[in-house]
Structure formats: structure tokens, C-alpha cells
């Protein structure tokens, strides 16, 4: 368990300022679900009401406005936890892929926890590698989970794979204790 800290008003402005002006990656997980919605990342303050997170698609399986979800932020080497509820979306008449959604979630009047991103794993270095298969371009891999974070994961392979930035790939995986 990380640290608990409860920040000022001013604080958690300069905190949350800082993670926009860096467009720190973040996530959302729908609290009692296994689902987690990520690649996105901070875009937008509403000081006192909400943050923006941006990186959503609309075809995404977002929860509905007042779902209480846990929203992670990755600003430097920390990785920071709190409990917020997702508030109406910012969903323009517009196409899709012009003008994906904006996700709202509301600001952060609970303790936020802090984690040092290298604690946040699911699997390291020191543990053995967990079985995954790699979906990509018609082709399924044998692969090993080498790493995961709440931000991030490190995927061994046998063959060696290049990918293009933001190729969709998909990895499956069965975490202990978990669905895959």
C-alpha cells in the first residue's frame, strides 16, 4: 500500500496542474470491476469540479456518469491513486474520430495515494514470467508478461515483432486470482 496524503487546496491545484501541463498518462477503473480504461491522459481542469482525461474512443466501454471509479495518474516516477466518481462526458455532434469523447471525473477531495511507480506491478523481474498470447495483425504469438503497472507492460516474445507506434495489438493473460 502506498502512501495516503491529504493535500491543500492549493496543493492538489499545483499537483493536478502540473500532471496537465505534462499530459500525464492516467486510467480509470470502475470500482469492483477488473476492466480498466487507459492510454489516456490529462487534458483539461476545471479547478474545484473536475479533470479532463482525453484518449477515450467512442466505440470504449465507458461506465455511466456517477459510477465511482479509481483514477490513476502517472506524473514523474509516481504513480498517484484516488477515488472519484466519472461525471457527464464531453461528446461532441461531430465524427468520431475527429472529436473522440472527453472523460470528466470529479475533483479529487480524498486522500490521494502515492506509490513509486516501480511498486505498482502486477509482475517483475524477480517472479516468473506469466503466460499471455499476443494478438496482432491476423496473428497469434506465444508470449510471457514480463511487467505489468497500472500504466504500462513489458511482453517477451520468441520472434522478433516490430510494431508501428499505436499499432492495436491485444494480450490476454490469466493474473493470479483473476479473469483473464
Do not use: Y
Amino acid at each position: 500500500m502506498g502512501q495516503v496524503r491529504h493535500l491543500n487546496r492549493e496543493q492538489l491545484e499545483g499537483l493536478l496542474r502540473k500532471a496537465k501541463e505534462a499530459r500525464s498518462p492516467a486510467s480509470i477503473r470502475a470500482l469492483g470491476s477488473p476492466r480498466l480504461l487507459g492510454d489516456l491522459e490529462v487534458c483539461g481542469l476545471e479547478a474545484g469540479h473536475s479533470i479532463h482525461l482525453m484518449g477515450a474512443k467512442r466505440r470504449d466501454q465507458i461506465p455511466p456518469p456517477g459510477t465511482e471509479v479509481t483514477l490513476s495518474l502517472l506524473l514523474g516516477d509516481e504513480v498517484i491513486t484516488a477515488h472519484t466518481n466519472l461525471l457527464e462526458a464531453i461528446i461532441s455532434n461531430e465524427g468520431d474520430t475527429l472529436f473522440p469523447p472527453i472523460l470528466r471525473v470529479g475533483w479529487l477531495e480524498r486522500g490521494l495515494e502515492f506509490h513509486r511507480r516501480g511498486d505498482v506491478r502486477v509482475a517483475t523481474p524477480d517472479l516468473p514470467p506469466l503466460k499471455a498470447s499476443l494478438a496482432f495483425d491476423g496473428r497469434i504469438l506465444e508470449a510471457r508478461l514480463l511487467n505489468l503497472t497500472e500504466t504500462g507492460m513489458g511482453v517477451g516474445l520468441e520472434e522478433v515483432l516490430t510494431l508501428v507506434p499505436h499499432a492495436r495489438v491485444e494480450v490476454e493473460v490469466l493474473l493470479p486470482g483473476e479473469p483473464p
